[in-house]
């Protein structure tokens, strides 16, 4: 059996087994691999420049709207949980807690941050006094510990790499505007950077954050038609405020509670980009995440490669000063075919190949990892055929995307017809839903399936309520998710 042949059946097909397919193409593309701590991973360089540039982008975005960085303990007491009770019932089967340290039991139980809620209120309270401190607009880029039950690397781990946002504001009016400006930022940059289309929407009361007011949420459909919660923005009132005491003197010089709100988005964006454009070839990167934009091969006989290698240097050098994240495999032990199969797998997007001939003629090949195309291009005009192929790539990804999910989303009207589209095949259901808790979890104990979120733009709006009939309080978007 040849190399390439070996090569594809070390993956398993997406239609055989989704979650085989999911872990043979992270360890195969080595973006990951299993540290000896349980639910914990280990991020390799292709993994990490990933989440390197997927933060470079949103921080970018965070201070373009007036937010700085900071950074806050990873320890946090535990009496600061105790402050807000709905959110401490919400995190604490998942609290980690450190009791001793340099050999003595601690007086007071530290846990392991889950989020940052009660230890930057506790720092807000000192720092805002007067309606003159506010809105405190601040992100940290941080490592959080949440010890899950059931694990998958990128999407479910125990611990995680994420940026929470937190801001403290003079009115409600502010505070909800800066949650729904950080909600678009979020739809912006998956559907942009990520080439991943999300629905937007509220939460329901039972999926909200422990703690909030209103949670908002993107949802996007992984191929296997299960959903993942991309990224969530939390309006919390006045909750954290009280809890923690954060007060100011308002312009009438009376003492007010401050409105504050919570967002982020973790490094299960690696993972749910791999789940929405992955395919039987290993990985499929959108241009502009991917750690290497465009690989280059020098083709052709030994008595040519000296040459050919030689122009595909200054190629590659106008490429890389354009801002291209190019490099070059001129490895001369292993054939282009098999260079092929392995950049395939591996998500680059664009291949760039040289030959005698193509010399000859000025030109190069290029070759889209999404759509297979090939397209002969002047060198003279490489940077801005490149530019623009990357350009098309991307486009390419985020309509094949929204393809598959409307190809797998159902407007349904009875509990009935939801569990067979449940059993039968994959993906989101619309449906109607009267607000009762009841109903809502009767849909979870019989599909599996959980409110993902209420769209603010449903296909249809429903007249009612998919379990008992009564008028439909609102038209909810349903999927069994990761």
Request: hydrophobic share 40%; glycine share 6%; charged share 30%.
């Amino acid at each position: 059996m040849s190399k390439e042949k070996q090569f594809v059946t070390e993956i398993t097909p997406q239609s055989e087994d989704f979650s085989r397919w999911y872990i043979d193409v992270i360890k195969k593309a080595e973006l990951m691999d299993y540290s000896p701590v349980r639910g914990c991973i280990v991020f390799r360089p292709e993994g990490y420049e990933l989440w390197e540039n997927i933060q470079r982008d949103l921080d970018r975005r965070f201070k373009e709207t007036g937010h700085r960085n900071a950074y806050f303990p990873l320890f946090i007491p535990e009496s600061f949980f105790q402050k807000e009770k709905e959110h401490v019932e919400g995190f604490n089967p998942e609290l980690p807690w450190v009791t001793e340290a340099a050999g003595e039991k601690l007086e007071e139980r530290l846990a392991i941050r889950p989020t940052s809620e009660t230890m930057i209120g506790h720092m807000y309270a000192k720092w805002i006094q007067s309606y003159r401190d506010l809105p405190v607009l601040i992100n940290q880029w941080a490592n959080v510990v949440r010890w899950e039950k059931r694990t998958l690397p990128f999407l479910r781990t125990s611990e995680f790499l994420w940026q929470e946002g937190h801001t403290a504001h003079e009115t409600e009016e502010e505070a909800r505007k800066e949650t729904m400006q950080m909600l678009e930022i979020y739809r912006d940059f998956v559907e942009d950077f990520l080439a991943i289309p999300v629905i937007v929407g509220q939460k329901t009361p039972s999926e909200k954050f422990a703690g909030a007011v209103d949670t908002f949420s993107i949802e996007a459909m992984m191929k296997d038609g299960r959903a993942v919660q991309a990224g969530t923005s939390h309006y919390l009132g006045t909750n954290f405020a009280i809890a923690f005491d954060i007060k100011f003197l308002d312009r009438e010089n009376t003492l007010q509670f401050a409105h504050t709100t919570s967002w982020g988005v973790s490094t299960r964006l690696i993972g749910a980009m791999i789940m929405v454009h992955g395919d039987d070839r290993g990985l499929a990167l959108p241009p502009k995440v991917a750690p290497t934009q465009v690989i280059m091969i020098p083709i052709g006989p030994p008595k040519s490669r000296e040459q050919v290698i030689g122009r595909v240097d200054e190629l590659y050098a106008e490429l890389k000063k354009a801002g291209v994240r190019v490099r070059v495999d001129d490895r001369s032990d292993v054939s282009p075919g098999w260079k092929f199969n392995e950049y395939e797998m591996r998500g680059v997007p664009l291949r760039l190949e040289l030959g005698p001939r193509d010399m000859e003629n000025g030109v190069v090949v290029l070759v889209s990892r999404i759509s297979g195309e090939k397209r002969v291009v002047a060198q003279d005009n490489l940077v801005e055929e490149v530019e623009r192929m990357l350009q098309e790539i991307h486009q390419d990804m985020f309509e094949k995307a929204k393809a598959f999910r409307e190809d797998n989303f159902r407007s349904l009207d009875t509990l009935d017809e939801m569990k067979a589209f449940v059993e039968e095949k994959r993906g989101f259901v619309e449906a109607g839903w009267c607000g009762s808790d009841a109903c809502e979890k009767q849909v979870k104990e019989e599909t599996g399936a959980t409110s993902r979120n209420i769209p603010f733009e449903a296909s249809s709006k429903k007249e009612k309520c998919l379990v008992c009939g009564d008028p439909a309080a609102h038209t909810v978007v349903f999927a069994r998710a990761y």
